[in-house]
């Protein structure tokens, strides 16, 4: 028998089943967010007061677990923790202290990242990546190595300029005494190369306008447009005269070589570490000066990480000095992540703030550069002193560091 239901009621039951079967609107914008949407590169830009800075994020996973990752050229710099609740995103930097907060908004995320106390927040704009073709545009050879002539207030004559170039693309870094700018990257467009780079502690953008008389007109623009930095490039040639970057093993020393290096500072649990101690009677020692709010110490510590694995059986020490902020000082939540982030198994002591370092450790002299590592015999005795730390944004000066740490490191051992 056929059964005849009234369309009120099939109207009805039709709604039902459509409210049960199909997310709302917003349900479903929620649930891009967090899924296909989130997976992957997205298109990011941070604004520093005049300068918009693009660069991009990488993110992965979902709910609680959401991992984000800056670049600096093939390295990734990765969140220690991150979510997506509904349509908020928090990537959270432990190792800088900093924090990515963002509402999902038209196909994106719209959103701040920096630190209230340190650093101030930045507004961020995360887009979905859209992968552009190959540029096409001539552009003039600038690849290869630079001199930048400028007096730094920590006695410098010149930078290095590293560029790597291919067709209209190019990157670049800037290498000082401390170390490098990260790895900027970009085009070239309208007369002119435009790079930039972001990591999350780092951000510039460098313009590079060629000369007709062969050098580079160059401009990096930072966090503060105040300044600004004003260079002329000339390729590095030993028949030009030009003034030569520092030497980076003889920028910083000890003032009476034969003294033994002393330190006794609190590690993080506040236990006093001293050069007298035991553990390191006899042992070659390296003394990293540091610091958790310093870039170029972070690019140093997986390097040192990595030796004190590598030699410690064979009677390697470090001991990680570390200069902070006064807050900093006080709750060191940075420098305990800075730890955990890099594996970090040697000793890392709280020396003191930043503004305190020659006054801490008085036997150096010209001890201005973040990071410095000092090399110690099993004497106690400073046998090497080596100012900054070429990542590996900066090329084969980046290898030569690793060749030199290594090969110090093994003759010091073999004594």
């Known amino acids: 028998m056929k059964v005849s239901i009234p369309r009120w009621l099939a109207a009805v039951a039709t709604s039902l089943l459509l409210s049960m079967s199909l997310p709302s609107m917003s349900a479903s914008a929620a649930a891009a967010n967090r899924g296909a949407k989130l997976e992957g590169r997205w298109d990011a830009t941070i604004v ?17 677990s959401v991992r984000g990752s800056f670049f600096n050229g093939d390295e990734r710099v990765t969140s220690t923790r991150g979510s997506l609740d509904g349509d908020t995103l928090t990537l959270e930097f432990e190792h800088y202290a900093t924090q990515l907060r963002a509402k999902a908004s038209a196909g994106g995320y719209v959103g701040t990242y920096g630190n209230d106390t340190l650093f101030g927040q930045y507004p961020v704009e995360l887009k979905p990546h859209r992968k552009g073709g ?54 070239y467009a309208d007369g002119k190369f435009t790079l930039h780079h972001f990591d999350g502690a780092r951000g510039n953008i460098l313009e590079i306008i060629p000369l007709p008389n062969g050098q580079l007109d160059i401009t990096l623009h930072g966090r503060n447009a105040a300044r600004d930095q004003k260079y002329t490039a000339t390729r590095a040639s030993p028949a030009q005269g030009l003034p030569q970057p520092t030497d980076s093993s003889n920028h910083t020393r000890v003032k009476n070589p034969d ?57 390697l020490e470090v001991v990680a000095l570390n200069f902070e902020e006064s ?20 000793s890392y002591l709280l020396a003191g703030e930043t503004g305190e370092l020659q006054a801490k450790l008085p036997q150096a002299e010209n001890l201005n550069s ?44 073999a004594e």
């Open 134 to 187: 190959a540029v096409k545009t001539k552009a003039p050879n600038i690849g290869g190595l630079w001199i930048l002539p400028f007096e730094s207030a920590k006695g410098e004559k010149a930078f290095r300029f590293i560029v790597r170039q291919r067709g209209a693309e190019a990157s670049a870094a800037i290498l000082r005494v401390d170390g490098d700018t990260g790895l900027l990257t970009g085009t």
């Open 370 to 413: 973040w990071p410095t590592t000092f090399f110690i015999g099993r004497d106690g005795k400073v046998r090497g002193v080596h100012a900054g730390f070429a990542a590996p944004a900066s090329g084969e000066f980046h290898t030569q560091t690793r060749r030199d740490f290594t090969s110090t490191i093994e003759k010091l051992l």
């Open 48 to 64: 520093y007061g005049a300068i918009t800075i693009p660069f991009q994020l990488e993110l992965a996973g979902a709910g609680t």
């Open 327 to 346: 807050d900093q000082i006080q709750n060191p939540t940075r420098a305990h992540a800075f730890v955990k982030k890099y594996g970090i198994e040697y």
């Open 259 to 315: 003294e033994p290096f002393q330190f006794s500072f609190p590690d993080l649990a506040g236990n006093i570490v001293a050069n007298t101690d035991d553990r390191f009677r006899n042992k070659v020692l390296i003394v990293n000066i540091t610091g958790s709010w310093c870039p170029n110490c972070h690019d140093e510590a997986p390097f040192l990480t990595e030796l004190y694995r590598r030699y410690r059986s064979l009677g």
